[in-house]
């Protein structure tokens, strides 16, 4: 009989393969992860996806949501200056995740 397959456990090999790739390109273990997730998920969905970490042996130190982690990097290269797409873009998505319009 065959078995099926959740989605959790998929993303739980994928994650599994994709860390043993970087462990070999790194040549050193990866234990600690920071991911960003889409802002759109619900509560449920971003928990299956720190259970497929799990799965991977991965220890999630958080889940960030994908606005949250652009304004860090533009807060970490202040040099870089802010181009159109970039600006329509942090408006825009600044009206689903209220995280991204707060302060350091």
Known sequence: ?????TAVELLGNFLAE??????TQMK???RNVVLTVPVSLSRLQINWI?????MAGLKV???M???TAVDLCKWKM???SLDRKYYWWRRLSSKYDPS????F
């Open 18 to 23: 994709l860390k043993e790739m970087v462990e």
């Open 28 to 30: 050193r273990s990866i």
């Open 1 to 5: 009989m065959r078995r099926s397959t």
């Open 50 to 54: 720190h259970c497929a970490c799990v």
């Open 65 to 67: 949501p994908q606005p």
């Open 78 to 80: 202040p040099n870089k």
């Open 61 to 63: 130190i958080r889940l």
């Open 100 to 103: 991204s319009i707060t302060g």
